[in-house]
């Protein structure tokens, strides 16, 4: 028997939204080698907020593919801009772009597809008000017949003592939702470097944070790789998706790194459910060994837990703010249901 080889994904593709005010709206999608550059890129001239819009839902939306091939740079564009009075109704024309230059989804008719829809969580593939060349659509597994990709997403959350001295000052959550990459291996194709492209796929290329600057995303990533890689076999395994209740300005510092090292332990399986939620605070210098360090600003943190503790909920705490917390303190917690633990690795609660 003889195997087809599968065809190489176009260079180029289209996708086209009917706007509120009646324009039709065609966003392009182009590929090329990806050569160290930005998996995706896109350029709207004049509307830099639309470009980073744009950018966002794209970046979230692939967090529902079965595979991860970051081998091209996809660049998007917009033949024209939204107006004020037009919604985010394109969003759902990029992500189709975006999946058609790349092979990941195929348009049997020989026109570009008109596609509408929204998300506020295109990283679970859900879809508001969507629609493709005129039949409904709900979430992005229908667009190849499967199942709703939330189904396949465990996503946790945990919280942390968020202090700046002023009225600001609350638990903030941080949530991480991962998706199992597929490990069977690579389809037959007739590019046979792509075995070698797909294991060449890094940790921290399959983390998004869509909320932060560069320089957060990248020590958000750095933190879940080492963390994972303290794991053992963790590594490689999943697709995840970074989220704060808080934007970058409100918070700076590294004190959430426990959190959110907590939070992926818990989504992917590594830890016992608390009955309430995760409060941690804590960093480290080296996850990679699964260590936890101390932070600062222990009393005022100490307080908020305090004061916002509920039954169930579980506070870990680094082992060098054992000798540090006021006389009481761990009973108060037990007398309201709640827990505490201080630990100096994580893995050894």
């Not at 324009?23 to 907020?49: E, F, H, Q, W, Y």
């Not at 076999?233 to 808080?246: H, I, P």
């Not at 009955?275 to 222990?298: F, K, L």
Request: glycine letters at 8%.
């Amino acid at each position: 028997m003889t195997l087809r080889s599968i065809s190489a994904p176009p260079v180029t593709a289209d996708c086209r939204c009917t706007l509120a005010d009646g324009r039709i709206l065609t966003i392009t999608a182009s590929r090329r080698p990806r050569a160290n550059r930005a998996d995706v890129k896109c350029s709207v001239p004049g509307a830099p907020a639309l470009a980073e819009a744009l950018l966002q839902a794209v970046r979230l939306a692939r967090h529902t593919e079965v595979r991860l091939d970051s081998r091209d740079q996809v660049v998007l564009s917009m033949d024209i801009v939204p107006g004020n009075g037009c919604g985010r109704e394109w969003e759902l024309a990029a992500v189709l772009a975006d999946r058609m230059v790349r092979g990941v989804y195929q348009h049997s008719a020989e026109t570009p597809p008109s596609a509408s829809g929204w998300s506020e969580r295109w990283h679970l593939g859900q879809v508001s008000d969507g629609v493709v060349d005129g039949a409904p659509i709900g979430h992005l597994g229908a667009l190849s017949g499967h199942a709703d990709p939330a189904a396949l997403v465990s996503g946790v959350r945990a919280w942390f003592p968020l202090h700046s001295g002023g009225v600001h000052d609350a638990l903030a959550w941080v949530e991480v939702s991962v998706r199992a990459l597929d490990d069977s291996g690579p389809p037959l194709v007739a590019n046979i470097a792509a075995d070698a492209a797909d294991a060449a796929v890094s940790e921290e290329d399959s983390i998004a944070v869509p909320q932060l600057d560069l320089a957060a995303q990248q020590e958000v990533r750095q933190t879940l790789a080492a963390s994972r890689h303290f794991d053992g076999r963790a590594l490689g395994r999943w697709r995840t998706v970074v989220r704060f209740s808080t934007g970058a300005a409100r918070f700076h510092g590294d004190s959430y790194q426990l959190a959110l090292v907590m939070a992926d332990r818990l989504a992917r399986g590594r830890e016992f459910v608390p009955r309430g939620r995760i409060i941690a605070s804590g960093r480290s210098s080296a996850w990679h060994a699964g260590r936890v360090e101390t932070v600062a600003d222990h009393l005022p943190k100490l307080a908020l837990i305090a004061d916002q503790v509920r039954a169930g909920d579980r506070v870990l705490l680094p082992a060098q703010w054992q000798v540090l917390l006021p006389p009481g303190y761990a009973a108060g917690l037990r007398e309201r249901g709640a827990s505490l633990a201080c630990i100096e690795r994580i893995g050894m609660i």
